[in-house]
């Protein structure tokens, strides 16, 4: 028996002497100062070091790059004025006059753009977030656009007032919209932005439409470039609001850093989140409309600039911007020194330069091991699963068909909703075979439709109307059904096929089609196109992924790759092929009848019943993926089933009247605020889109009396308005 077990303790012994090997105490280490970080990313400052001598580099390369025989020997002399090399009359212009200010031009544009994409996915918490988001490229489109087809236009200076006001007033309007009603959230900011680009673009194209001669010059400015850039006097009177825009975003880095951690934490820090957002949405707005100003629409380098910088610097809102800035300059400099000599004597679009420098290089950084520190994950991801915060119940179905060993449970209401919009869509059929510019009554209508009646009226109505009838219905149910199985892949009411770049690679193979199928190409390529877009996408990322971003993320960089190469495409068109194209790229039923649609038909016939058996497994993955394996289904299988799904889909729609816009956004939106939480609104989501895209249809073709307005255009500018309302009527975040 111990001395322990009887409560009789020893005293302590006395502590053992060192043995003689024993090693050398460590120093103590310094104490920790209050807010300093105990870990953390490796410092960045050998890859800022390597940014600036690439920016360096890429400096000197741009003075001495261009259309005169001016060498490197020549530029260093007259920055150095050596042997009086000033003097120099035409050494004075080519460098001192020309490639001097367009250096300068293109080190701050893309810097200013580059901090601007870092700053607006710190504060979104999402780093797919790009400037295009606060509407600040549409509203600079729509300045043109007005000072051209309005007031006449034509000068450089003309286009920089325009652009630089067009983008102001769309920021400050998505700036007062995502602040109304209790607080700008992200995601509240990212849906403003989202709808007021939609109604600025809607404007837009209804303006271009009318005036042949605004859109030829707005197409040649649209595709962004520095060649315009001529004398010191556009970066002159451009130099303070580009400094005021990098002062305001160098004070809000410490607070978007206490943001990071969390609404609730920044206040207790002393912050204020909103005006931290209000602030960072000012300095996003005066960079980005300088840039645009100044360059056009060079689209992607936020985006592109915010993925480098944070695959270097990780999430550190500092070291992030900076590294962005950097990257932003080095990149937009080196896209137009390749401008300049790629297709000499004449210069490249900077935007097909800067999506071929970025498109690589983004779906590098995805699929390398850095890409799991990204942290690619928006708010409404970032939140808990909706299952387990009880917003989505459990189905409770009120209507049971059994037959035999076969049932089928039928939601009450979803089954009224689907009824309700059936005989919408039925109605919204009759007034669109009604409605037209010529004058004919509702019983000759009816009579035509069967075949009675006036010959003029059967062929009118039957010959034109049914069969673009017919092709709008089949073209709104393909875009609805694909952005309801999209968002519910992705979790993101915001997620559309546009994501996987599946529009814009339709659309491409339909116009490689027109040379041989008429102006607007074979309906056949759509779906084509569609499927070598999303394949591509696929095989670049390395699969689907845990849940898709990197799918999403290498979407986004071949999305930005193929609209360049349509764009430039587009400008090399003459007038009249252009416009008519530029017309069907903004959706339009104009020409379409059954042998088009009839495809299509065919293709929902097999579609749809697909998709319904899918949705069943699909709304299982609302729940973690662990949960969705314990119930039996395969969270890989199912995505990959739904991806494959929605890209024939809006392939189909494509190849019958376009990529119109808005409907693969709203219809789901539509179908699940009228069939409830419970259930994937799959069968609701294709009568609403086919219900909104006749109305559009019908809307466009008797607006304006001899004028037709295509249907995507009609679809961007009312969907727009429809966005804000469902943003403003819900006093929390959207998401």
Known sequence: MTLSQVGV????????APPATAPKPRRPRRPRRPGQRTEGPRPTWPAVTAAVVLLLALT?????????????????????????????????????????????????????????????????????????????????????????????VQTSFGYLVFAFGGAVLASTVVLLVASTRGGGS?????????????????????????????????????????????????????????????????????????????????????????AIRAAVAVAVTLLTASAVALAGPVAFLGLLSGFLARAVAGPRVGRLTLLAALSGAAVLTGADVLARVVARPFEAPVSVIVALIGAPALIAIVRSRRSAALSMT?????????????????????????????????????????????????????????????????ARTFQAVFGHGDRLDV????????GRIVAGLAAGAALGLAGCLTQTLARNRLATPELLGVNDGATAAVLISAGTAGTFGAWWAGPLGALVAVLVVTLASGGLGARGYRVLVVGLAMSAL????????????????????????????????LAVATPALIGLAVLVPTALVVARRLAVLRFDDSVASALGVDPGRVRLACLLLSVALAGLAVGVCGPVGFVA?????????????????????????????????????????????????????LGGPFLLWVLLGRKGSPA
């Open 60 to 152: 000197a390369l741009s003075l001495s790059v261009g259309a005169g025989e001016v060498g490197p020997g020549r530029v260093l002399d007259y920055l150095l004025n050596r042997d009086g090399a000033r003097a120099d009359g035409r050494l004075a212009l080519v460098v001192g006059d020309l490639r001097l200010p367009r250096t300068l031009t293109a080190l701050l544009v893309g810097a200013a753009l580059g901090v601007a994409g870092a700053q607006l996915q710190s504060v979104t918490r999402n780093p797919l977030a790009e400037t295009g988001l606060l509407g600040v490229n549409a509203g600079a489109s729509l300045g043109v656009v007005l000072g051209i087809a309005v007031l006449g």
């Open 562 to 593: 193929a609209s360049a190469v349509i764009q430039v495409a587009m400008a090399r068109r003459s007038l009249n092929s252009a416009s008519s194209l530029y017309i069907w790229t903004n959706g339009s039923l104009n020409g379409r009848d």
């Open 378 to 442: 928006d708010p409404a991801e970032s939140a808990p699963p909706a299952a387990r915060r009880g917003e989505v119940a459990a189905p409770k179905p009120d209507l049971a068909l059994r037959y035999g060993t076969w049932s089928l449970l039928l939601p009450h209401r979803a089954l009224l909703a689907s009824l309700g919009l059936a005989a919408a869509l039925l109605a919204a059929v009759v007034v669109s075979a009604h409605a037209g510019q010529s004058e004919l009554d509702l």
């Open 186 to 274: 992200p995601m509240r900011l990212v849906l403003a932005g989202s709808a007021v680009a939609a109604i600025f673009r809607g404007l837009t194209d209804v303006l271009i439409v009318n005036s042949p001669e605004a859109y030829e010059r707005y197409r040649v400015w649209v595709l962004g470039s520095l060649a315009g850039v001529e004398g010191w006097t556009t970066l002159r009177q451009l130099a303070p609001v580009l400094g005021a825009g990098f002062l305001l975003a160098a004070l809000t880095t410490r607070p978007l850093t206490a943001l990071a951690l969390g609404d609730d934490l920044a206040r207790g820090l002393g912050h204020r989140p909103g």
């Open 665 to 717: 956004l709203a219809a789901p939106v539509i179908a699940g605020r009228l069939a409830g939480p419970a259930r994937v609104p799959v069968l609701g989501s294709a009568l609403t889109g086919a219900l909104l895209v006749v109305l559009a249809d019908t809307l466009g073709r008797v607006l304006f009396a001899g004028v037709e307005i295509p249907v995507g255009i009609v679809t961007t500018v």
């Open 9 to 16: 303790h020893p005293a302590p012994p006395a502590p053992p």
């Open 459 to 466: 062929l009118l109505v039957q010959k034109f109307r049914l």
